[in-house]
C-alpha cells in the first residue's frame, strides 16, 4: 500500500504559466514533506519543504501548499521555465522517524 | 553539493553472482540510506544506517545486506543477484532525522542483472 502518492506520471505546461504538482499521503503520522527534483542520470536534489505546523512555505518561484485535513500537498511553480523539467518526487516523514517514504513521481514538462 | 560518490556507476552482471555497491561520503553524517527507482514506485528504502555497525531495514530489504563499518562507506550487498533486481540505486546522506534535515543524493549506480 503506498502511503505517499502522486497520481499524475506526466504534466505538460507552457513556459510562462504555473505548474502545479499534487500529491496525497494516507498516513497521519506524517509531519514532514519535501519535494524532490531528478534530471536523467542524476540523483534528486532537494526543493522544498514544509513542516505540519504550517500550511504554506515559499521559496523564489517555488511554493509548496500543506492541506493536512485533505492529506494533500501540492507543489507550485510560477513562472515555469524549461529548464524545470524533470521529475518530481514528493516524500513525507515523521517525527522521530528514521525514513523518508517517496511517491511515485511526476514528470514535468515545460514548453519553450 | 553535498560529497558523495558512488560506484560502480554501471554494472552489468549475471543472475546468481554476489554484487557489492558502494557509497562514500565526505560529510561525516551520521545516517546513510541505500534506495532503489523504479518506474511507477519512485524511491524506495532497502536499509539504512544511523550509525557505524547500526543499520535497519527499510520497505525492501529482502535479497539485501548492507554494511557499514566506517562513518564515511556504506556498502550494499545482493549475494545472490536475481533479475527483479535491475534498477538504479541511490545513496542518501543525512546529519539528523528525515523530519528536521534534508537528505543529500548520490549520482546512483544502474545495475542490470541478465
Known amino acids: 500500500d503506498q502511503q505517499v502518492k502522486q497520481n499524475s506520471p506526466s504534466l505538460s505546461v507552457q513556459e510562462g504559466r504555473i505548474s502545479i504538482l499534487n500529491c496525497d499521503y494516507t498516513?497521519?503520522?506524517?509531519?514532514?514533506f519535501l519535494w524532490y527534483k531528478k534530471y536523467p542520470a542524476e540523483g534528486p536534489t532537494f526543493l522544498i519543504s514544509?513542516?505540519?505546523?504550517?500550511d504554506k512555505n515559499e521559496d523564489g518561484r517555488f511554493t509548496v501548499f500543506l492541506n493536512k485535513s485533505a492529506k494533500h500537498l501540492s507543489l507550485h511553480i510560477v513562472p515555469s521555465q524549461p529548464g524545470d523539467s524533470a521529475v518530481y518526487f514528493c516524500?513525507?516523514?515523521?517525527?522521530?522517524?528514521?525514513?523518508?517514504?517517496f511517491g511515485g513521481g511526476t514528470r514535468l514538462m515545460v514548453k519553450p | 553539493d553535498a560529497g558523495i560518490t558512488q560506484s560502480p556507476r554501471h554494472k552489468v552482471t549475471e543472475t546468481g553472482t554476489p554484487v557489492t555497491l558502494r557509497c562514500h561520503q565526505t560529510?561525516?553524517?551520521?545516517?546513510m540510506y541505500w534506495y532503489r527507482q523504479d518506474p511507477g514506485h519512485g524511491l524506495r528504502l532497502i536499509h539504512y544506517?544511523?550509525?557505524?555497525?547500526?543499520?535497519d531495514k527499510g520497505e525492501v530489504s529482502d535479497g539485501y545486506s548492507v554494511s557499514r563499518s566506517k562513518t564515511e562507506d556504506f556498502l550494499l550487498t545482493l549475494e545472490s543477484a536475481t533479475s527483479s533486481q535491475t534498477s538504479v540505486y541511490f545513496c542518501?546522506?543525512?546529519?539528523?532525522?528525515?523530519?528536521?534535515?534534508?537528505?543529500?543524493f548520490g549520482p546512483g549506480t544502474r545495475l542490470t542483472v541478465l
Open positions: 516524500a513525507a516523514a515523521n517525527n522521530a522517524g528514521n525514513m523518508l517514504t
Open positions: 498516513n497521519s503520522m506524517f509531519d514532514y
Open positions: 514544509i513542516s505540519s505546523i504550517k
Open positions: 560529510e561525516n553524517h551520521r545516517y
Open positions: 544506517s544511523y550509525g557505524v555497525k547500526d543499520t
Open positions: 542518501a546522506i543525512g546529519r539528523q532525522l528525515p523530519s528536521t534535515d534534508t537528505q543529500y
